[in-house]
């Protein structure tokens, strides 16, 4: 059973992808009868790529129950476990702009994110830290805290 699960849509990515599909529709009427026939497959792929990212990175969802924290992007193609018994701590912080969103490496660790500069940033024991961008970043850490607490892990403050 969940004790968080929230899931955040990508407006902006929503919106850039409809923006590329009107750019798309608007390169078929542009290209040639001679042009479409020679490459058919373009424009398929064009339309393809937009749907398929649209597809994987339109919503981000995270989860919470007693073992584990479970985040995934879009149709879940981009997931990751995460163990409560891993977390030894964790911090809401402010990432950096250039970091943009997606699933990106970043200096401080691995960044989840779909919109927004907040996330949560998880100090794991036995690898690089993750964060998870949420418009709830005090909420979702307040769950983890909850949870590190029952377990007997010091949680931090900020």
């Known amino acids: 059973m969940s004790l968080y699960r929230h899931r955040q849509i990508g407006w902006k990515l929503i919106a850039g992808t409809l923006l590329g599909f009107g750019v798309a529709i608007g390169m078929t009427f542009a290209l040639s009868p001679a042009t479409r026939a020679a490459a058919p497959w373009l424009l398929y792929a064009l339309y393809g790529l937009l749907a398929l990212g ?17 985040v995934r992007f879009g149709i879940g193609l981009y997931r990751r476990t995460v163990p409560l018994a891993d977390v030894v701590r964790s911090e809401v912080v402010r990432t950096r702009l250039w970091w943009g969103v997606g699933l990106r490496w970043t200096p401080a660790g691995w960044l989840y994110n779909i919109g927004g500069r907040e996330a949560v ?3 794991l024991a036995r690898e690089r830290p993750l964060m ?7 909420r979702l850490k307040s769950v983890i805290d909850a949870q590190l607490a029952l377990r007997g892990t010091p949680t931090t403050t900020t």
């Open 132 to 138: 998870i961008g949420s418009d709830e970043a005090s």
């Open 121 to 123: 940033r998880l100090e």
């Open 54 to 70: 649209l597809a994987l990175y339109s919503t981000l969802t995270v989860e919470v129950d007693a073992e584990e924290i479970r």
